[in-house]
């Protein structure tokens, strides 16, 4: 049970997260490259390109993750497409705050270039 209200919980909050760039649109329906409803977005710091982006499945805690942070209500990420340390996708958020990657914590979110 407890494992359960842990998970519901999580999933609120990603989606909460994912959410705040939508609101931050001001109801933008697409972008320029056609993709209508494609509101969530990640800027890769290094670069600071922008890349739009979906969320696709969430994933088990196992193999490479690369760690999204939220910075003035935007995700961000160190990496992104052609860079070393890019895993193509597979994130894991920090939910509650203690450093360590945990189920309920990745999920599938590829970038869709090209990034602005």
């Known amino acids: 049970m407890r494992k359960t209200i842990l998970t519901a919980l ?31 977005t990640v800027t890769v710091e290094g670069t600071g390109l922008t890349y739009d ?6 994933l088990p805690a196992h193999g490479p993750f690369q760690e999204l942070f939220v910075v003035d209500g935007n995700l961000t990420t160190a990496y992104g497409p052609g860079d070393q ?6 994130w894991w958020l920090d939910m509650n705050g203690n450093g360590e990657m945990e189920p309920g914590e990745t ?3 590829p970038l869709l270039g090209p990034g602005s």
């Open 53 to 58: 982006s979906i969320v696709t499945a969430q």
């Open 85 to 90: 340390g890019y895993v193509g996708g597979r």
């Open 10 to 40: 999580v999933i609120g909050l990603l989606t909460v997260v994912m959410a705040i760039p939508a609101l931050a649109s001001n109801g933008k329906s697409g972008d320029s490259n056609g993709r209508p409803g494609s509101g969530l």
């Open 107 to 109: 999920f599938l979110c």
